[in-house]
């Protein structure tokens, strides 16, 4: 061990093994990894091995499919066997819901490459796992990719391989200490002290500790598993095969064959957290007691899925802990205000995860970017709300007794909720809303006509269609109310605000009392956001986006900090709220308010004005694309101001609405939204950001990428508007696009365009067949229905009702 290295992993688990292997492969060879004790001595020693293609998470999915892909290489280049089995894999649907949810996510699994799977009858399944009781099962999806490894096998692997390219490992000498220095960290170990400019938390399930280290509190915790191995299962014996990995989605196990017996793992529906706090330091190769009164309801439905588990005994009980973040994907990524400290913690399933953990943290590392949008994994998604003991108790619990338990769409769950509200919350609920979540806040989704109103969870058109339809009608035709807590606001300030905007933002700046949309980009030329910036002409700035990419995007902002010595960008999205007037008489709610002229306040305008008894910083703008009025308010001002908009709004037909009317009506402008049209994974020109771009500007970041695209042959595929011969289903995401029997795209959002009476969809396809007219096809909820390109904006293309 030297006292210097360029990085330091902490962990020799799957997940740490994983992170060291991919940064001497990308070529970091002065790199480091330190062990407790030894190589796999936290959760990895124990787990089942299997490795599995589905997850909900379709960016997710292609990482557990790289990971597939990978394991091979690593037996290869370290020569040492990880005990793979390719068995293929069964996922099994025991409900018509669920068996829908299949022919669905097997579609999204075509939309992201993923061919080697294909749907299976009950019959089918019975022959590829003969052991297997089909009785309830209405159908299963295939995947050639699926099986098992060795655990211990694959971790030496890694670490093998990661050696033969110049990386170290030292074992059996515990991390004590961090301390951050001016050009990295110190690392205070068993064994000496060393200094890096990289540090790694892969820590597992210790990770908690590990970032206690450097003043983190990750939102993470550990919760205990159980599997069994059986004994040798005579019929097994018999078959001159081995039997898939089978996940049994409604009997909340999932099998694989362990030599002549099977293993039998369950998610358990009473899950039991373990040291929430991270696991005792001594802690070795010890297992939990297992407790099969707590899993009996699961037990029993596992032996009648493998009845011949009946007859044989329990070879051993497995019961051990592994770490899980509150929605159950990984936590990686670079930590806000810790330079050079890095996540790759929480990793749930770390040997089907783990390498394209490590391949993404590695290039982020080295490059400053992962290839691809990893949002659905990084540390910043979540914010300081999400280190409260309870929230994380919460939230994992859910998720992990929720893992093999279908969620819809549409459905809302209860953990950790409410947590944030804005301050109008007991009076909107009181108005009949129904509430959503965004990074902790209580989100308006509609408002529903009756306290009995229960919303039936369902992948299809749900029945609050008609509530939503009502409340997209009445901002098309008169005026309607949008609590808008739920966008972020930054307040850019100090001398040199103004050239940090111009440096960080791809657009041209807005001018004194004016609002503009602004695309940020990365160095390569990537989306980093979709924000409107203002300027609000009393030397005051604001830039506005996603609520819940408050982190993600403080984080950016920092990281673009250096040569701009006085600028200071501070959050103020939970003390400034606000609401959203929309509609052709919103211009009138407020004339009733204010005795400014609100006609002199043009579109895409901002100001200062009195509303009511409050005075508001205003922006002339509407994602309805209606006559819009965007209204923030200091937080204690926000209830009261509600019931003055009310009031004023009463005979002008005012009502309000939430977003699921406002993810309709800006359906029908097919305005893009984050996540959706808008990610780190496409560049301005494919989703028409760059019509923002100030291409004259001297210089902003992503300049030269944005140049080079604009001056290449143009982006392989574009969003296009569809509109889709749907019938009492639309498009929600990830659904392939069809040309004849070609995929040639995906569709990226889609809803029901409730004012044009139209199933709409925005869709990423090949260029050449993005222009208006061309015949296409999408599959919805498996089906397949025609679909078409039209115009842009199927309402209001010129925009007269916004510039009104
Ligand atoms: C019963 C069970 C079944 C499972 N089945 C599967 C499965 O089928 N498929 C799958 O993909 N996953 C499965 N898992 C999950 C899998 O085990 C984990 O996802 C994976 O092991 C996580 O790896 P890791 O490297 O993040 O953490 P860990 O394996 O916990 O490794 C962390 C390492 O960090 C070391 N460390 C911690 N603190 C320090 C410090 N201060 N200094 C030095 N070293 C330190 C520890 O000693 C440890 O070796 C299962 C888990 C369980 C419990």
């Not at 992962?370 to 859910?398: C, H, L, S, W």
Request: aromatic share 10%; hydrophobic share 40%.
């Amino acid at each position: 061990m030297k006292s210097h290295y360029q990085a330091v992993v902490i962990g020799g688990g799957v997940v740490g093994t994983s992170v060291l292997y991919h940064l001497a492969k990308f070529g970091w060879t002065d790199v480091l990894l330190i062990e407790r004790k030894v190589l796999t001595a936290g959760s990895s020693w124990h787990a089942a091995g299997g490795i599995h293609a589905l997850n909900a998470d379709p960016n997710i999915a292609s990482l557990q499919a790289y990971t597939i892909d990978l394991l091979t290489e690593i037996e290869k280049e370290s020569g040492q066997s990880i005990g793979l089995h390719m068995t293929g894999g069964i996922t099994l649907a025991g409900t018509p819901d669920r068996w829908e949810w299949l022919q669905s996510a097997y579609r999204t699994f075509q939309s992201i490459g993923i061919e080697d799977c294909r749907l299976i009858t009950p019959h089918e399944a019975k022959d590829l796992c003969p052991i297997m009781s089909t009785e309830g099962i209405l159908g299963g999806m295939w995947a050639d990719r699926e099986g098992y490894v060795d655990t211990t096998g694959t971790v030496h692997a890694y670490a093998g391989a990661a050696k033969k390219r110049g990386a170290q490992i030292v074992e059996n000498n515990r991390v004590l200490e961090l301390n951050q220095t001016a050009d990295g960290w110190e690392v205070v170990t068993e064994k000496g002290t060393i200094q890096t400019e990289h540090v790694v938390n892969a820590a597992g399930l210790w990770a908690k500790q590990v970032g206690r280290m450097a003043g983190i509190e990750l939102p993470l915790s550990p919760l205990n598993h159980h599997y069994l191995i059986s004994d040798t299962i005579p019929e097994l014996e018999k078959l001159d095969f081995e039997v898939p990995m089978t996940v049994d989605l409604e009997g909340f196990t999932y099998m694989r064959q362990d030599q002549k017996g099977i293993l039998l793992g369950i998610y358990e529906i009473d899950h039991e957290h373990w040291n929430v706090d991270g696991a005792p330091w001594d802690y070795g190769f010890e297992l939990q007691q297992q407790d099969p009164d707590r899993i009996e309801k699961e037990l029993i439905l596992g032996f009648e899925r493998y009845p011949a588990l009946q007859e044989v005994g329990v070879k051993t009980w497995v019961n051990g802990a592994f770490t899980f973040s509150p929605d159950g994907n990984p936590l990686v990524g670079p930590v806000r205000g810790k330079p050079g400290y890095w996540c790759a913690c929480a990793v749930m399933a770390g040997f089907l995860q783990g390498g394209g953990v490590g391949k993404s943290l590695a290039e982020w590392m080295i490059h400053g970017e992962p290839e691809t949008d990893v949002f659905g994994m990084d540390v910043a998604r979540y914010g300081d709300y999400a280190q409260n003991k309870r929230f994380i108790k919460e939230t994992t619990g859910q998720f992990y007794s929720r893992r093999f338990v279908m969620t819809y769409p549409n459905e809302q769950l209860p953990a950790g909720r409410p947590l944030k509200m804005a301050p109008a919350y007991a009076d909107m609920t009181a108005a009949g809303c129904r509430w959503g979540v965004s990074y902790g806040l209580e989100t308006p989704l509609y408002f529903a006509p009756s306290e009995d109103f229960v919303e039936t969870p369902t992948l299809k058109r749900s029945n609050a269609f008609e509530i939503v339809a009502a409340e997209c009608r009445n901002v098309r035709e008169n005026v309607g109310l949008l609590d808008i807590s739920g966008f972020s606001r930054f307040a850019v300030a100090g001398a040199e605000a103004e050239a940090w905007l111009d440096h960080v933002l791809a657009s041209k700046l807005p001018a004194p009392g004016r609002a503009r949309l602004a695309p940020m980009l990365s160095a390569e030329g990537k989306l980093k956001g979709d924000l409107t910036v203002f300027n609000w002409g009393d030397g005051t700035w604001w830039i506005m986006g996603s609520y819940y990419l408050r982190d993600w995007h403080l984080r950016w902002f920092h990281d673009h900090m250096a040569g701009f010595a006085d600028v200071i960008v501070s959050d103020i999205s939970d003390a400034t709220v606000g609401f959203s007037l929309s509609g052709p008489n919103s211009r009138k709610v407020l004339e009733k308010l204010t005795d400014q002229d609100m006609t002199a306040l043009p579109f895409m305008g901002c100001g200062t004005f009195d509303i009511g008894l409050y005075r508001c910083k205003v922006g002339r703008l509407s994602v309805a694309g209606e006559l819009g009025y965007e209204i923030h308010c200091a937080s204690s001002e926000h209830a009261g101001l509600r019931k003055e908009l009310l009031a004023a709004g009463q005979d002008l037909g005012i009502g309000e609405y939430g977003f699921n009317a406002l993810l309709s009506l800006r359906l029908e402008k097919s305005f893009g939204i984050w996540s959706a049209e808008f990610t780190q994974a496409y560049t301005a020109a494919q989703t028409g950001m760059d019509r923002w771009i100030a291409w004259d500007k001297s210089d902003f970041v992503g300049k030269t990428a944005a140049i080079t695209e604009r001056d290449g042959n143009g982006p392989a595929q574009k969003v296009v508007t569809l509109q889709v011969d749907a019938d009492g289903a639309d498009a929600s995401g990830f659904e392939p696009v069809w040309k004849n029997d070609n995929r040639v795209g995906f569709v990226t959002s889609g809803g029901y365009g409730h004012t044009t009476g139209k199933s709409l969809a925005m869709a990423m396809v090949d260029a050449d067949l993005a222009d208006v007219g061309t015949d296409l096809s999408v599959h919805i909820v498996g089906v397949a229905r025609a679909a078409k390109v039209i115009a842009p904006s199927p309402y209001d293309p010129e925009g007269m009702a916004m510039r009104g």
